[in-house]
């Protein structure tokens, strides 16, 4: 059974930085792309990131480009969210997601981590 | 950036009852179209990919069509289970955008 296990999140005061990090099982980690995407309170998706399976392609959101780094450790099968320059507006549940396509850069996700919550206030 | 909008906003049925929704892009996004489901505390769930496949698991009430820029889900008669908020997402252009969500409640 796929299991995507969310961590990191937190209360940051504005400016500061957090890591995200989401543990991959049950399937074979390096063999598939992963994202991040996430939900404002109260509101819809939004597409923040995505690395390739083998960690040398990476995508972003304008929204975060330049403040968000996204990388992998295929050996720990582990996902990480670096997000630095936080304001209000990254406050989210930010989920781990997993590509349903094989060893492919494609945007759908078949299995969600439970999210991690990020508040960024003074 | 492609924007996706999702109508209606909130869908009023009964159990038994069928749902239609739709999702209609800015441009066109050939059949690279997803919906998910999502119920209150919970992830997203994949339920139709590229446009009319089920994921694994989905029930056969659950299908999708579409091409282009107009998609549709249909829930052919409505469980107490299908019961939450159902997005539409594009992978066709970066950035991949999601729909603002159709909400179906009982009515």
């Known amino acids: 059974e796929v299991q995507l296990l969310d961590s990191g999140g937190g209360l940051v005061q504005p400016g500061g930085s957090l890591r995200l990090s989401c543990a991959a099982s049950g399937f074979t980690f390096n063999n598939y792309a992963m994202t991040w995407v996430r939900q404002a309170p109260g509101r819809g998706l939004e597409w923040v990131s995505t690395?390739?399976?083998?960690?040398?392609?990476?995508f972003y959101a304008d929204s975060v480009k330049g403040r968000f780094t996204i990388s992998r450790d295929n050996s720990k099968n582990t996902l990480y969210l670096q997000m630095n320059s936080l304001g209000a507006e990254d406050s989210a549940l930010y989920f781990c997601?997993?590509?349903?396509?094989?060893?492919?850069?494609?945007?759908?996700?078949?299995?969600w981590g439970q999210g991690t919550l990020v508040t960024v206030s003074s | 950036e492609i924007v996706l909008t999702q109508s209606p906003a909130t869908l009023s049925l009964s159990p038994g009852e069928r749902a239609t929704l739709s999702c209609r892009a800015s441009?066109?996004?050939?059949?690279?179209l997803a919906w998910y489901q999502q119920k209150p505390g919970q992830a997203p769930r994949l339920l139709i990919y590229d446009a009319s496949n089920r994921a694994t698991g989905i029930p056969a009430r659950f299908s999708g069509s579409g091409s282009g820029t107009d998609f549709t889900l249909t829930i052919s008669s409505l469980e107490p289970e299908d019961f939450a908020v159902y997005y539409c997402?594009?992978?066709?252009?970066?950035?991949?955008?999601f729909g603002q969500g159709t909400k179906v409640e009982i009515k």
């Open positions: 997601a997993k590509s349903l396509e094989y060893q492919t850069v494609a945007g759908s996700f078949d299995s």
């Open positions: 997402q594009q992978r066709s252009i970066w950035p991949w955008t």
């Open positions: 441009q066109s996004v050939s059949s690279y």
């Open positions: 690395i390739s399976a083998s960690g040398l392609s990476t």
